[in-house]
């Protein structure tokens, strides 16, 4: 069923605020013929800003050595890596004596921050979480709590969970601020008093929030934030991890080396190290200047955009996709928190017949649209969602069509930003549409576990 063409003028309202990188690029068919590509996984990875490209290009002339050079270049580089802490911190709100941490990513911060909680900490997560949030308490006691279906039942089960706790203990609750699976987004304020109230700290999972959503850590009183600059139209590999310094001070440095050192002397059983005691001290090695300095100006020009206006396109964006998507009858939308939840530009779906990497592939092969398939790093929510089991054989790549009432056992997800035209929306809407009207146009085989195209 073919979208219904929406006026010109709703159309201009709906253009994309920030140019990225690649939108122009042509990807060929195996139908025949050359379409733009359109980058429909933002959740995985956005294209650059072409204002991130801009600022590191003329940058890359001047760069230099950081913290460890006494030459112009050294100097100008060391003060544009400092520049860019105070730029992420301000973007996020951070308090004036939070450590702000530059990391590799979401999952490097999240490493680094089971690395340094004290020790005996009690951890509380949900078992939605990504896994870079799930997984790395290994030398914590950590509480896994059931998935909850509303935003009053995560904050009642997190407060049921934390009941009688001894805040004594050190606590931390981690939750993510926006699913990756679902887009939808947690409530986050609650959780904060509701973890306050019984001595715990939060750490958000922003990952996904941060690209959508305006963000006030002193605000909302948020303990540490985590976020990656790949998903941050910054792809020069750079995380941060921001929040409360005291634990990040007491605890060993997450790397060993130079930077991170104050004073390092030889004793007569080996040497001793003085650390600093600042944000540098898990930043050991080399630091990632040009990482650093793309995710500030990202941040900078998403707050010249205006927050309003990028949240208000993107709703709108997400409404035209969830109101295609909705006539086409056999797509199941999933939700964990209900549907009528406020998500952001991240939509995960199964097609009822059709196995979730089929679709994927097809949607590339035969429509030139890059989507997701697969459980996204999130395998006991999407089996939650989906219904299925870990037992269950994985349908991973098959290109066969399921078998009356068979549920895939992975989801496509299809996520946007503030580049994507709104072309690449409509055309990914029309093309589930037709796939799922006409059903495929070409073979598909599994090749290393992937469904690709018959050549
Ligand atoms: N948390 C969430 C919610 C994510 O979506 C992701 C990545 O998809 C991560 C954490 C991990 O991020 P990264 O791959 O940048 O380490």
Redesign the pocket.
């Given at each position: 069923m073919p979208v219904r063409p929406t006026p010109p003028a709703a159309d201009a309202a709906l253009a994309a605020p920030l140019p990225v990188l690649g939108t122009d690029v042509m990807v060929p068919l195996v139908t025949g013929g050359k379409v733009p590509y359109a980058a429909l996984d933002h959740?995985?990875s956005t294209p650059a800003l072409q204002r991130v490209w801009d600022d590191v290009s003329a940058y890359l002339p001047y760069y230099g050595s950081v913290h460890r050079g006494a030459g112009y270049l050294s100097q100008l580089s060391t003060d544009l890596f400092e520049q860019s802490r105070l730029t992420l911190r301000d973007f996020v709100g951070c308090r004036p004596d939070d450590h702000v941490v530059f990391t590799r990513?979401?999952?490097?911060s999240?490493n680094l921050m089971a690395a340094t909680v004290p020790v005996g900490t009690q951890v509380h997560v949900f078992e939605t979480e990504?896994h870079?949030?799930l997984l790395p308490w290994r030398g914590a006691e950590v509480t896994v709590l059931p998935a909850p279906r509303s935003p009053y039942e995560a904050v009642e089960t997190l407060a049921e969970s934390l009941t009688g706790r001894d805040p004594g203990h050190p606590g931390l609750v981690c939750v993510?601020g926006?699913?990756?699976v679902t887009g939808e987004l947690w409530p986050v304020a609650e959780i904060v008093q509701v973890a306050h109230a019984a001595g715990a700290r939060v750490l958000l999972?922003a990952?996904?929030l941060v690209p959508h959503r305006p963000v006030d850590v002193r605000a909302l009183d948020i303990d540490y934030i985590a976020f990656?600059g790949?998903?941050l139209y910054a792809p020069f590999g750079a995380?941060v991890l921001a929040g409360r310094p005291d634990w990040l001070r007491d605890a060993e440095p997450y790397l060993a080396g130079g930077g991170a050192t104050r004073r390092v002397t030889r004793t007569p059983a080996g040497v001793a190290v003085e650390w600093h005691e600042d944000s540098t001290r898990h930043e050991a090695g080399s630091p990632n200047v040009i990482g650093a300095y793309a995710m500030a100006s990202a941040c900078q020009a998403l707050s010249e955009a205006g927050p309003d206006a990028l949240v208000a396109r993107e709703e709108a964006l997400l409404r035209r996709t969830l109101r295609g998507l909705a006539e086409v009858p056999q797509v199941s939308v999933l939700s964990l928190l209900g549907q009528d939840s406020p998500r952001v530009g991240v939509v995960s779906f199964v097609l009822d017949g059709w196995n979730s990497s089929h679709l994927a592939a097809a949607l590339s092969a035969e429509h030139g649209i890059g989507v997701r398939d697969g459980m996204?790093?999130a395998h006991p929510l999407v089996r939650l969602l989906l219904g299925s089991s870990p037992d269950q054989p994985d349908q991973c790549g098959a290109p066969e069509p399921l078998a009356p009432g068979e549920r895939p056992v992975n989801a496509v997800r299809m996520s946007f930003g503030v580049g994507t035209p709104v072309e690449h929306v409509d055309r990914f809407v029309e093309a589930v549409a037709k796939l799922a009207r006409d059903g495929a146009q070409w073979r598909y085989r599994i090749e290393a576990g992937r469904c690709v195209p018959v050549r």
């Amino acid at each position: 069923m073919p979208v219904r063409p929406t006026p010109p003028a709703a159309d201009a309202a709906l253009a994309a605020p920030l140019p990225v990188l690649g939108t122009d690029v042509m990807v060929p068919l195996v139908t025949g013929g050359k379409v733009p590509y359109a980058a429909l996984d933002h959740a995985a990875s956005t294209p650059a800003l072409q204002r991130v490209w801009d600022d590191v290009s003329a940058y890359l002339p001047y760069y230099g050595s950081v913290h460890r050079g006494a030459g112009y270049l050294s100097q100008l580089s060391t003060d544009l890596f400092e520049q860019s802490r105070l730029t992420l911190r301000d973007f996020v709100g951070c308090r004036p004596d939070d450590h702000v941490v530059f990391t590799r990513s979401t999952t490097d911060s999240m490493n680094l921050m089971a690395a340094t909680v004290p020790v005996g900490t009690q951890v509380h997560v949900f078992e939605t979480e990504h896994h870079a949030t799930l997984l790395p308490w290994r030398g914590a006691e950590v509480t896994v709590l059931p998935a909850p279906r509303s935003p009053y039942e995560a904050v009642e089960t997190l407060a049921e969970s934390l009941t009688g706790r001894d805040p004594g203990h050190p606590g931390l609750v981690c939750v993510t601020g926006a699913s990756n699976v679902t887009g939808e987004l947690w409530p986050v304020a609650e959780i904060v008093q509701v973890a306050h109230a019984a001595g715990a700290r939060v750490l958000l999972d922003a990952a996904q929030l941060v690209p959508h959503r305006p963000v006030d850590v002193r605000a909302l009183d948020i303990d540490y934030i985590a976020f990656s600059g790949h998903k941050l139209y910054a792809p020069f590999g750079a995380g941060v991890l921001a929040g409360r310094p005291d634990w990040l001070r007491d605890a060993e440095p997450y790397l060993a080396g130079g930077g991170a050192t104050r004073r390092v002397t030889r004793t007569p059983a080996g040497v001793a190290v003085e650390w600093h005691e600042d944000s540098t001290r898990h930043e050991a090695g080399s630091p990632n200047v040009i990482g650093a300095y793309a995710m500030a100006s990202a941040c900078q020009a998403l707050s010249e955009a205006g927050p309003d206006a990028l949240v208000a396109r993107e709703e709108a964006l997400l409404r035209r996709t969830l109101r295609g998507l909705a006539e086409v009858p056999q797509v199941s939308v999933l939700s964990l928190l209900g549907q009528d939840s406020p998500r952001v530009g991240v939509v995960s779906f199964v097609l009822d017949g059709w196995n979730s990497s089929h679709l994927a592939a097809a949607l590339s092969a035969e429509h030139g649209i890059g989507v997701r398939d697969g459980m996204f790093c999130a395998h006991p929510l999407v089996r939650l969602l989906l219904g299925s089991s870990p037992d269950q054989p994985d349908q991973c790549g098959a290109p066969e069509p399921l078998a009356p009432g068979e549920r895939p056992v992975n989801a496509v997800r299809m996520s946007f930003g503030v580049g994507t035209p709104v072309e690449h929306v409509d055309r990914f809407v029309e093309a589930v549409a037709k796939l799922a009207r006409d059903g495929a146009q070409w073979r598909y085989r599994i090749e290393a576990g992937r469904c690709v195209p018959v050549r």
